[in-house]
């Protein structure tokens, strides 16, 4: 059975539901929902997209300091999202193996594949300066935000 979203989730789903009513496109999409993140979560230094292009992750539309622009599959938390199709909660990211730090400012990070069928697209990636920023509510309602995005917006073929 899946968990009722709080209703700060909720809202958000709904805003970004509204956001995106006329429009399809996958990139214009993705460079709003970015922007609604970041202006609606608080404690948060970074939102954006990570579009999967053969083995590595390449920078998409996102909001924040300037970031990485390429994440090999299986390294760092958004390659390791990719490599096992689970989302990512972590609550201090210095303690996960691996991290790449694109930010030192980073403290926890969530990040959730986005797939369309079975084939993995790319990541929504979230960072907070603050260790144990997110929990499985927030968890819980980001993965819904992805799969409203992803039902909203004609999704790359390539």
């Not at 090999?72 to 990512?88: E, F, L, R």
Request: charged fraction near 20%.
């Amino acid at each position: 059975m899946a968990t009722a979203l709080s209703p700060f989730y909720d809202s958000l789903c709904a805003q970004l539901t509204g956001l995106l009513s006329d429009e399809r496109d996958w990139l214009a999409n993705t460079a709003n929902a970015s922007a609604l993140l970041f202006m609606e979560l608080p404690d948060i230094n970074w939102a954006g997209f990570y579009f999967l292009r053969g083995e590595e992750l390449g920078l998409g539309p996102f909001q924040g300091k300037p970031a990485c622009t390429r994440i090999p599959v299986g390294k760092g938390v958004c390659g390791t999202a990719v490599a096992t199709g689970q989302s990512q909660l972590v609550e201090d990211v210095h303690e996960f193996p691996g991290h790449i730090a694109c930010d030192a400012v980073s403290a926890s990070e969530v990040v959730v594949p986005l797939y369309s069928g079975e084939h993995c697209l790319g990541v929504l990636d979230i960072d907070s300066p603050t260790v144990g920023r997110f929990d499985e509510a927030d968890l819980a309602g980001i993965e819904a935000f992805a799969r409203t995005l992803l039902e909203l917006s004609d999704l790359p073929t390539d």
